[in-house]
């Protein structure tokens, strides 16, 4: 279909085919002849290119085929040369091959032998583990519950060497500065003690008692301090202080015993010198019909006690054994006894229902002038300590004292146990102190001195005098006492010039008192709540000539006026655990400070809390 490329008007109103038939350029004056003179030129140039395109696509192909005959040549030469190499290397191939398929055909039957080993082997362990496995669980159980047992322990242990390695350090006293007073910690290593030095001077010409940081019973030597111990923790507690005391009871080592019935045998009590061909010390007031056999001797926590048994059928009410005979031990009337011992029940499948602790007041020759028998205890199957103090009347014939222990039976019933004694001690005192043991052999009672300690020098008097303030964290043994128990004191080693710090009679406070000249100030005190024995509590003292104040536990005294100074020319030396030279503290002292100046009211309160 021909398309009107032109189709105009020119000039005149002639149309363009019209004007070019006029000018001779079209053989008709028609849109068509029009069209194909319009297009000549382009299909003439269209011609024209697509024969230059031919001419060179024939001279491009002479040249390919030139270039394609030789990379045909080149080719096959090439092809030749890979037929030669593949001939050669063919063999070498089947071979390799060859081998490779045997060597796995050996390999597979090898393996599968090898698997079937592994998997029989692994059937046995599977087997082994098993039975590890559950052997390993129940013993993780085993170990979570002692584990979960032992914490405890392993915590107090802990405390227990960090209190060991303060106490191998030896501490003593240290010198007196102007501007900070003293300080002294108190010492171990448990059982040696410490030597004397030029600031601190401790002597106690005796040896004494105690209990190590595994809670085992130790002596130390002469002029020896002793580390004390809480005897339920272990933890330390400080330095073990005590006034002088004696054991009335001679056979305390429990020793010089003959195995055997005694009541209607051979067997025998101990003897006072641990020899067995002694007379006993120990007695038997009343077996109430029951049979008692002496066992056999045991050591517990390092004491020395005896087990004994009583049994069969009740024919009376009483029982009772005595750890002196009724004219052995030494006592006056107006003064307070104290019998102690460590006891338990080894085994107890008839025991009775009621034990009672005895204290006895006797006439020179043993008669009875009165008594203590109605203090229930109740021993257990652990080791225990019982005590029990007894004031006697004011009857001029008390001469002697005895002690022991007792139970009330039914007459008609079966009864028997089996029990341990240790350590039984009698003692002049309102409380037990710690146990007094005589030396092997001996028959004498043991004493133990007071320990006194001292702290001397110009260096105090320079620095203390007319105000000064001292603090100290101290137990205390018993809880009744004469007229308290001093913590620390200054003055010239009597009760004529000194002022100190004490705990009163009974437990209960804590009081400061001066004496100058012989002349005795206004006492002042705070009170407290009682401690139980060995529990570590803080007080203190601050004075300025003016006034004084006392504190414990985190509480303050009233400040009253003190109405006597105490010259600084009286104050010569520091007593440790004493007031003066009476008041000894029976107890521990942890730490203590002296202080130059006083801290009164909320601040004395603080350091005691």
């Known amino acids: 279909m021909a398309r009107t490329i032109v189709q105009l008007r020119g000039g005149k109103g002639l149309s363009a085919a019209e004007q070019a038939f006029l000018a001779g350029q079209i053989a008709e004056p028609t849109q068509a002849a029009l069209d194909a003179f319009l297009r000549a030129p382009a299909l003439g140039a269209a011609d024209q290119a697509s024969a230059d395109v031919d001419a060179l696509i024939a001279a491009t192909g002479e040249a390919f085929g030139q270039e394609k005959a030789a990379l045909t040549a080149h080719v096959a030469a090439k092809d030749g040369q890979i037929d030669a190499a593949i001939a050669t290397v063919g063999p070498a191939l089947a071979a390799a091959q060859s081998d490779v398929d045997d060597a796995i055909t050996e390999l597979g039957e090898t393996t599968s032998q090898k698997v079937g080993e592994v998997d029989d082997k692994l059937a046995s362990v599977d087997g082994i583990v098993g039975v590890q496995v559950s052997r390993v669980d129940m013993k993780l159980t085993a170990v979570d519950g002692t584990i979960s047992g032992q914490v405890l322990r392993v915590d107090t242990k802990l405390g227990q060497a960090d209190t060991a390695i303060a106490q191998a350090q030896t501490v003593v006293a240290q010198g007196v500065a102007v501007s900070s007073g003293f300080s ?113 001797a045991v050591t517990v926590n390092g004491m020395k006690g005896l087990r004994m048994r009583a049994s069969g059928t009740a024919t009376s009410t009483s029982f009772a054994l005595h750890f002196e005979t009724t004219t052995g031990a030494m006592a006056g009337p107006s003064k307070t006894y104290t019998s102690s011992f460590y006891m338990r029940l080894f085994a107890a499948p008839g025991p009775p229902t009621s034990f009672r602790h005895r204290v006895r007041a006797l006439t020179a020759a043993g008669g009875a002038v009165s008594s203590d028998t109605a203090t229930v205890f109740v021993p257990t199957a652990s080791v225990l300590r019982f005590q029990r103090p007894f004031a006697f009347p004011a009857t001029s014939t008390i001469a002697r004292v005895d002690a022991g222990f007792g139970a009330i039976l039914v007459s008609g019933n079966s009864y028997d146990f089996t029990f341990d004694i240790f350590a039984p001690q009698i003692e002049d005192g309102g409380f037990a102190s710690t146990f007094m043991q005589s030396p092997a052999g001996v028959s004498a009672n043991p004493v133990r001195a007071e320990g006194v300690a001292t702290v001397a020098g110009q260096s105090i008097a320079s620095v203390i005098g007319q105000s000064g303030c001292m603090v100290a964290t101290v137990s205390i043994q018993g809880l009744t006492g004469p007229d308290g128990f001093g913590v620390l004191s200054l003055g010239d080693g009597t009760q004529n010039n000194v002022l100190g710090l004490l705990v009163n009679a009974t437990g209960t406070g804590v009081e400061g008192r001066v004496v100058a000249g012989g002349v005795t100030a206004t006492v002042a005190t705070a009170a407290m709540t009682a401690q139980a024995a060995g529990t570590l509590f803080k007080v203190a003292l601050a004075w300025d000539g003016t006034n004084i104040q006392v504190a414990a536990r985190g509480t303050a005294g009233t400040k009253i006026a003190q109405t006597v100074a105490l010259p600084k020319a009286a104050i010569t030396q520091a007593m440790i655990g004493r007031f003066g030279a009476l008041n000894p503290l029976f107890g521990s002292i942890l730490s203590l400070e002296l202080r130059p100046a006083p801290s009164f009211d909320s601040a004395l309160a603080l350091l005691t809390a």
């Open 184 to 296: 002294v910690a108190s010492v171990g290593p448990a059982g040696t003690g410490i030597a004397n030095t030029a600031a601190w001077n401790f002597s106690r010409p005796s040896r004494r008692g105690g209990f190590d940081v595994s809670l085992n019973y130790e002596e130390v030597a002469d002029n020896q301090l002793q580390a004390g111990y809480d005897l339920t923790t272990g933890i330390y507690i400080g330095a073990l202080f005590a006034g002088a005391r004696a054991n009335l009871v001679r056979a305390n080592r429990c020793e010089g015993f003959t195995a055997g019935v005694v009541t209607t045998g051979s067997g025998k009590l101990p003897t006072a010198n641990g020899d067995p061909s002694g007379s006993s010390t120990w007695a038997i007031s009343g077996s109430g019909g029951l049979t008692l056999e002496v066992v056999q």
